[in-house]
């Protein structure tokens, strides 16, 4: 026994001998991308030995990493960052001990928000700065032999009114503009040169989704007949337009009362001077501004109060108007350093709208040219062309009208109230929709609907390259295969183009969800291959991508071969990209590294184009 201590303590002894520092082996990680640069790796330091803390593992080295881990792109993340840099300079909390309890709003509004505050620190640090106000609402005043209008809901901050002349001016100009804003935006408001919004009529819609799809799907005829000339684009096949869709006008009004601006201010002419930035234009330039407008104008197509998480900005300026103390310290503890954690936990649950933020705090009533200078601009929404619109023409009156055709699916995120609420623009494409079914049901043959468009992306990838004669394979799922629909209805009208043209559609139930069957012209059911997630076979478009993995090689090794996919990017584009990888592998005995690389070679070359979102 005392020999076999003795042995094991000698053991010991010798393990515990120091050693020469070696370098630091790089063994797999779960975390590790294999997409990872391997110059990025930093050779190992010949230094101290000292003990390694076990949180010092890397786990990130390129966006692929952070993708796979936080399950969003490194734009994602971006999107949702208040921008503030607030999560890199978060100071020490107060002292233990230093907490009251609060006692939190009692409404539906605040309670829908989630906020976990059991106390708040009676000290708070790092509180962000009231956001610089950059947007002014001015009265317009009349000539003196005018009779003077009722008291303006501004008057209070009337410190900087323009001259008499300059008004007058002002208003003229406004009356001279002749834009009916209920169905279009003002001028003002300009997409990217040279580009001008116009208010296409709807001709016609439908609904292409059956009852029971989990997202509806609509499809629009527009008619853009008497577009105006002058932009040196027309209209193409795989093109874009896009769409300045208003806020909805119950929620423009709600927002109104909520902070109590009077119905007969909502609609007057007022001055409004930026300091500085683009708004209230889209792309316009970055300089200060004067023109005249209304206030319904600028809330109606100009802020968007939905679709955007709260910043910091918005909280601080609700809470400099805040009446109420509790609803005060809540609001400004979002604004510390002591409610960071808090705080991110808010922003990235489900978007608050700005009605939302208004119930839920109450007692802030911030003037409206104030909060125009933190929300976020209400941006043009794009949607591809569904048809070819070249060929699109119908006689209506005697004359000939020129249709461009769209597919919109209905986005819906979770709302306090109702359950859900439809976004901005596929929320206005549904409201149109359903309001022009019901006036044709009725039998109004002269209902009047528009869209406010312009051509947008009619230069975007899909659109150049949907040109040559080469064979080309087209990958889509839901409303991303409404681009093919056009392209595929103008090559088969040659014959010899039939077999050199193949379509996976993808789609979860092809009773409800499959859209524009039997609409893509001679040959469809020769090209194209519907695939369903939810019925028969139950499987997802990439894994198709995978089991037609000789198609798949055959037509991008061919001269001017093509492989295109367009849909969401999570989920769908994600899968089609690994699947066309394993497809290279497979079919050209690759590495996965050099199966990506000749997948990037040939997007280089113009052979495989993705256009997902």
């Known amino acids: 026994m005392a020999s076999q201590i003795e042995l094991l303590l000698a053991e010991h002894a010798a393990a515990s001998i120091p050693e020469e520092p070696q370098p630091a082996s790089v063994a797999p990680s779960l975390t590790y991308s294999d997409s990872s640069d391997e110059h990025e790796i930093e050779e190992p330091r010949q230094t101290e030995p000292r003990q390694r803390r076990a949180s010092t593992r890397l786990i990130a080295q390129s966006p692929a990493d952070v993708q796979r881990i936080t399950g969003e792109s490194t734009t994602q993340l971006i999107k949702r960052c208040c921008g503030g840099g607030c999560c890199l300079d978060v100071k020490a909390k107060s002292k233990p001990g230093a907490y009251e309890p609060v006692a939190l709003p009692d409404n539906d509004a ?88 116009f208010a296409a009529r709807i001709h016609n819609t439908r609904e292409l989704t059956g009852q029971g799809a989990e997202k509806r799907t609509f499809h629009f005829d527009l008619d853009v007949t008497n577009y105006p000339d002058g932009e040196d684009v027309d209209f193409r096949v795989g093109g874009a337009i896009g769409v300045s869709a208003p806020n909805e006008d119950s929620m423009v009004d709600e927002v109104f009362d909520l902070l109590l601006i009077p119905r007969f201010l909502r609609d007057k002419p007022v001055l409004l001077q930026t300091t500085k930035g683009r708004w209230p234009t889209v792309w316009g330039d970055d300089q200060a501004r004067e023109l005249a407008t209304t206030r319904r104008a600028l809330l109606t197509w100009c802020s968007d109060i939905q679709s955007y998480p ?34 991110c936990d808010f922003r990235t649950g489900p978007h608050v709208s700005l009605v939302q933020l208004l119930h839920a705090f109450p007692s802030s009533k911030p003037p409206l040219d ?4 933190v929300l976020q601009p209400l941006m043009p929404r794009f949607y591809s062309l569904s048809n070819d619109p070249h060929e699109s023409f119908e006689t209506r009156d005697g004359k000939q009208h020129r249709l461009i055709e769209i597919a919109v699916t209905v986005h819906e995120t979770p709302d306090w109230r109702t359950g859900s609420r ?29 869209v406010p468009m312009f051509k947008g992306l009619m230069a975007n990838p899909l659109a150049k390259q949907f040109v040559s004669d080469g064979p080309m394979l087209l990958i889509g799922a839901g409303v991303g295969i409404a681009p093919f629909r056009g392209f595929v209805q103008r090559r088969l009208k040659t014959a010899s183009c039939a077999n050199k043209v193949w379509v996976l559609q993808g789609i979860r139930d092809s009773l409800v969800d499959e859209i524009y069957s039997g609409e893509w012209g001679v040959h469809e ?89």
């Open 110 to 197: 605040f309670k829908s928000l989630g906020l976990k505050i059991d106390a708040i620190p009676t000290t708070l640090t790092n509180v962000c700065d009231l956001p610089e106000q950059t947007t002014f609402l001015q009265p317009l005043r009349r000539p003196s032999n005018e009779p003077s209008p009722a008291t303006s809901f501004d008057t209070s901050r009337d410190a900087n009114s323009i001259p008499v002349d300059d008004a007058t001016k002002a208003l003229g100009s406004m009356s001279l503009e002749d834009i009916d804003t209920s169905i279009q935006p003002p001028t003002y408001v300009q997409p990217h040169p040279p580009h001008h919004v």
């Open 310 to 343: 709260p910043t910091k900005q918005i909280l601080r300026v609700l809470a400099e108007y805040a009446t109420d103390e509790v609803e005060k310290r809540i609001l400004l503890f979002l604004c510390a350093g002591e409610g960071q954690g808090v705080f």
């Open 370 to 373: 104030l909060l125009f200078s």
């Open 422 to 450: 439809s976004g901005v623009g596929s929320g206005f494409f549904q409201r149109q929709a359903l309001k022009l079914l019901e006036a044709q049901k009725k039998g109004e043959t002269n209902a009047d609907f528009y």
């Open 525 to 613: 059911d020769e090209v194209k291959r519907v695939v369903q997630s939810r019925r028969g076979e139950g499987r997802y478009v990439q894994e198709e991508v995978k089991h037609q993995a000789d198609l798949v090689w055959y037509i991008i090794n061919s001269v001017d071969g093509r492989v295109f996919v367009c849909g969401s990017s999570r989920g769908m584009g994600e899968g089609v990209e690994n699947a066309l990888v394993e497809v290279a592998m497979q079919k050209g005995n690759l590495e996965r590294e050099e199966a990506k690389q000749f997948w990037d070679l040939k997007k280089e070359a113009g052979q495989y184009i993705a256009e997902t979102w």
